[in-house]
């Protein structure tokens, strides 16, 4: 017998064409939602059959009352997002929070994921934000007996919330190569080697596979590492103005190492896009401001349903459940810095 799919707060949002986070406030009866978006939730919902998690029942069975949210850093734009959405649904939802930055060190990460039987007696659940993970962590999360959610990971045996990260850098290349653009250079994420975040990896396939279809090839002297942050960006942009021939066109794999290659082309006396086209992915607040084209994609949103996905879990403990990776929709969006070549 096949089982009907369960309707997920995604589904809400799909139908009622409003955020994930809208809709998590409208179900709650939360302040700040109109009484128009309430009304398209509270339909959308009656169709759907879904109803928001109670959060009276989180208080049987000796439970702790609190999440801990581990992030790998607490200050990225990327992490500050995702956290402060997921922190209001637990709020909502009756938990406290703890936030664990890792700090980007492996000493805190393995402190942290090797007392598991510590963080178990404070919280009753973990939402993990990127965390890089061995199978052998895998496998102890698991018998941890905490309830396990996460954004932006891959091959994990628990809900999973994130977006496709190959379309989204496919599409932004394709985006290049349809202005004319055929010398193309990637600012590439430091890879971990990690099976669980593959971000930097699916991105750089996606870049591959958008020049296999215009019959090119990935130039490995035109694929710089850079850190995902300004400074990584404005050094990888420096190194290839260097000693390099700078490319008509660009893609960086997250927008803040865009922001930093902008930063390098202006000190050497060069703009985008009058001298070299830039796309990026995120949709920062900045990039608005600075004209950056760009993938977009729902950060807070990607929060707020892997926390509701975790508070179902810790709301009904018995209920069977099959564990799912679900992917958030990405949209191109063109400003200044991308231009037709001439």
């Not at 059959?49 to 850093?73: D, E, F, N, V």
């Not at 393995?110 to 934000?129: T, Y």
């Not at 102890?140 to 959610?149: I, N």
């Not at 055929?182 to 991105?203: F, I, K, M, P, Q």
Request: glycine share 8%.
């Amino acid at each position: 017998m096949v089982r009907a799919h369960r309707a997920t707060i995604q589904d809400v949002a799909v139908l009622s064409g409003l955020s994930i986070c809208t809709v998590s406030r409208a179900l709650r009866n939360l302040p700040n939602v109109s009484e128009k978006a309430q009304r398209q939730v509270a339909d959308a919902a009656a169709k759907l059959g879904y109803k928001a998690s109670s959060a009276a029942s989180r208080l049987a069975g000796g439970s702790t009352g609190s999440i801990a949210i581990i992030a790998p850093t607490a200050t990225a734009w990327f992490f500050a997002q995702a956290v402060e959405a997921a922190e209001e649904v637990f709020a909502d939802s009756g938990y406290d929070t703890v936030l664990i930055s890792l700090r980007n060190k492996a000493s805190v990460r393995r402190k942290v994921l090797g007392d598991l039987s510590g963080l178990a007696q404070r919280v009753d659940g973990v939402l993990l934000l990127n965390v890089e993970l061995s199978d052998d962590e895998i496998a102890d999360l698991l018998a941890s007996g905490l309830a396990v959610a996460s954004v932006g990971m891959s091959k994990v045996p628990w809900d999973n919330v994130g977006i496709d990260d190959e379309h989204a850098a496919w599409a932004a290349t394709s985006h290049l190569l349809g202005l004319g653009h055929w010398d193309l250079a990637v600012l590439a994420g430091r890879e971990t080697r990690g099976n669980s975040v593959l971000t930097s990896g699916d991105r750089l396939k996606g870049f591959g596979r958008a020049l296999a279809e215009h019959h090119l090839t990935v130039h490995p002297d035109l694929v710089i590492s850079a850190d995902s942050s300004i400074d990584g960006g404005r050094r990888a942009m420096t190194e290839l103005i260097a000693h390099r021939s700078v490319p008509s066109a660009i893609f960086a794999e997250c927008d803040e190492a865009a922001f930093g290659a902008l930063m390098a082309l202006r000190e050497h006396g060069l703009s985008a896009p009058k001298n070299v086209s830039i796309i990026g992915i995120d949709d920062h607040p900045m990039s608005w401001f600075l004209g950056l084209s760009t993938v977009a994609q729902p950060v807070a949103d990607q929060g707020a349903f892997a926390a509701n996905l975790l508070c179902e879990r810790l709301q009904n403990p018995g209920a069977p459940h099959q564990a799912a990776n679900h992917l958030l929709d990405t949209k191109l969006i063109e400003r200044k810095t991308t231009r037709r070549k001439r």
